[in-house]
């Protein structure tokens, strides 16, 4: 991710999340040790996804991942999600965390073939709705 995708960033964050992070929260990450800020971009549409990723030591969290609607169901989630997973590895990540709404079926199965499996439950952890999130890990030895 580039200072200039930031915009395209925040908009797909808006069309995806009901409490979505603002453009002053990306902007502070760029500095920040540990982080990794992913793109996916298209030759026609530009970015067309994105990811947030916190690595400590050999332990991460995927703090945000989200794909454009327009581009929805085709596959290029996962494919998002594959490339983080090879990022964390190179940077030494033997365990990748992660939050997902309960009630977000479709996301947590797609994790689940990534090797997520449920670790814990965070009550009443998202807002606008109020909801619990599944806390997930995959090891990643």
């Not at 945000?64 to 030494?92: D, F, P, Q, Y």
Request: proline share 2%; glycine share 8%; hydrophobic share 45%.
């Amino acid at each position: 991710m580039r200072l200039a995708d930031i915009d395209a960033v925040v908009q797909i964050e808006t069309e995806t999340f009901s409490t979505p992070w603002q453009k002053e929260t990306f902007s502070s990450l760029f500095d920040r040790s540990g982080v990794e800020l992913l793109v996916m971009d298209d030759a026609e549409d530009g970015v067309i996804g994105y990811a947030v990723l916190w690595c400590i030591l050999d332990q991460a969290e995927l703090a945000n991942l989200a794909v454009t609607s327009k581009r929805r169901g085709r596959e290029l989630g996962r494919h998002l999600i594959g490339h983080v997973l090879e990022v964390a590895r190179g940077r030494g990540v033997t365990k990748m965390f992660l939050e997902v709404r309960v009630s977000n079926g479709r996301a947590a199965e797609i994790y689940r073939r990534f090797g997520f499996t449920d670790v814990g439950l965070l009550r009443d952890y998202y807002d606008d709705p109020q909801e619990d999130a599944r806390i997930m890990m995959a090891p990643l030895m």
